[in-house]
């Protein structure tokens, strides 16, 4: 019986420095730059997702700086806010609320924004016409999303245990 307490208060401790990591690396993965291009070994550039959705806003591309905002800034937030909200409520009230419906939605765009740096980074490296490089703002962002579904799926797992 005393190892179910120590068991229980250990998962207490992972959850919480689960949800500290998670918010920490998305606020410093939409910050930092998350790619940088080099063309000719002159000429670089790199920029966060911030600087990404204002570059798109500042061009004239208002639809699609509000999209990105959405799914790659906005849509994280909410899915690290609703799993915290889940892990602090009780099971059961989490469960039924409505808000946890969102959950399942929101996971299926967790990962898109890594995807497609990385896509965008691939095509770039194999056209020949620059060099692309991961940056920290893309490992703090994938971080994010990775601790964020592991942190879900304890909670899911503790939740059956529960019931």
Do not use: N
């Not at 000719?40 to 997702?49: G, M």
């Not at 099971?91 to 497609?116: C, E, F, I, N, T």
């Not at 994938?142 to 942190?151: E, I, K, M, W, Y």
């Amino acid at each position: 019986m005393c190892s179910t307490g120590r068991g229980s208060g250990l998962l207490i401790w992972l959850k919480a420095f689960l949800l500290i990591a998670a918010s920490i690396s998305f606020a410093l993965g939409i910050t930092l730059p998350l790619m940088r291009f080099e063309s000719f070994y002159v000429f670089s550039t790199d920029a966060s997702l911030i600087e990404v959705v204002a570059s798109l806003w500042d061009g004239g591309d208002g639809v699609l700086a509000v999209l990105v905002a959405l799914v790659s800034i906005v849509f994280p937030l909410a899915k690290i806010l609703l799993v915290a909200a889940e892990e602090i409520a009780d099971s059961h009230l989490a469960q039924s609320h409505s808000l946890a419906r969102l959950l399942p939605v929101l996971s299926k765009w967790s990962m898109m924004d890594v995807l497609l740096v990385a896509i965008v980074i691939f095509a770039t490296k194999t056209s020949g016409l620059a060099q692309a490089f991961t940056q920290p703002g893309l490992w703090f962002y994938a971080g994010s999303s990775l601790a964020v579904v592991a942190l879900s799926a304890i909670g899911r797992a503790g939740g059956i245990q529960k019931t």
